[in-house]
């Protein structure tokens, strides 16, 4: 396959996969991309060649330790008491 879109290419009609699906299936496994619809162009290709070319996403726990700034005083307060008045508490005067 020379550049990103081959010169010939088979577009199957949303009729013809759903018809032939195993075989829209078959040959995007062995011939590659298997283009469907003509006026909402949509590709099935195999779930292998997919996942190669998607690039792994961390975590976002993850990301925010690595992209947090260095270098600077950040103050975790360690007093987890509330200051605002809880209604309907125990031993609250109203």
């Excluded at 298997?34 to 949509?42: V, W």
């Excluded at 290709?45 to 950040?74: E, F, K």
Aim: hydrophobic share 40%.
């Amino acid at each position: 396959m020379v550049g990103r879109h081959p010169e010939r290419r088979r577009v199957w009609t949303v009729a013809q996969a759903k018809a032939r699906l195993s075989e829209v299936l078959r040959l995007a496994e062995e011939e590659g991309p298997q283009h469907i619809g003509m006026r909402r162009s949509f590709v099935v290709v195999p779930a292998s060649a997919w996942y190669a070319n998607t690039p792994h996403r961390q975590p976002m726990g993850q990301w925010l330790v690595d992209n947090m700034p260095r270098g600077t005083a950040l103050h975790i307060p360690r007093d987890r008491k509330s200051r605002r008045e809880i209604p309907f508490a125990a031993g609250t005067a109203e």
